[in-house]
């Protein structure tokens, strides 16, 4: 976690900023809640709770500084919110989402099998691509054996 806050440090350093208590507070709490895919709100929610004097607004800033930074990303899920996730600079690639229609879950996929297919595209169509974004819709393990 300190080797993120350093790169967060440099990032906001760069572009003239500081890691206020109120950004510290938010970006722990996506660090705390990694897989989660939380909204703004349950953002806020958690973060009032070490910070009760932050409001709803410095929540939103933030997010969108993390975001510009790319420390973050803002994902869309179908749910009608945006989402936030932590950028792992390990990641070399771009995961998916599994999204349980029933019950909600949202489950990670660790693996991406669409190199081949971007490589096919950007040859065949003189076109470079620069980001993808993939998700599935169905229902979970736990979903299927309550169906069952």
Do not use: W
Not at 9 to 17: H, V
Not at 68 to 80: A, F, H, R, T, Y
């Amino acid at each position: 976690m300190n080797e993120i806050m350093e790169t967060v440090k440099d990032r906001l350093k760069e572009k003239g900023y500081k890691l206020t208590p109120q950004r510290r507070a938010t970006l722990d709490t996506i660090i705390e809640n990694k897989g989660k895919h939380l909204s703004t709100e349950e953002i806020y929610d958690i973060v009032k709770e070490k910070c009760p004097e932050i409001g709803l607004a410095t929540v939103y800033r933030t997010l969108q500084l993390l975001d510009e930074l790319d420390i973050i990303s803002k994902i869309n899920l179908d749910d009608g919110c945006s989402r936030y996730e932590l950028n792992d600079d390990d990641d070399n690639h771009q995961h998916h989402h599994l999204i349980c229609t029933k019950c909600g879950a949202i489950i990670e996929v660790g693996v991406d099998l669409l190199d081949e297919l971007e490589s096919e595209i950007e040859r065949n169509y003189n076109f470079t691509i620069s980001d993808h974004k993939v998700k599935f819709f169905g229902h979970c393990s736990k979903c299927n054996k309550s169906c069952s």
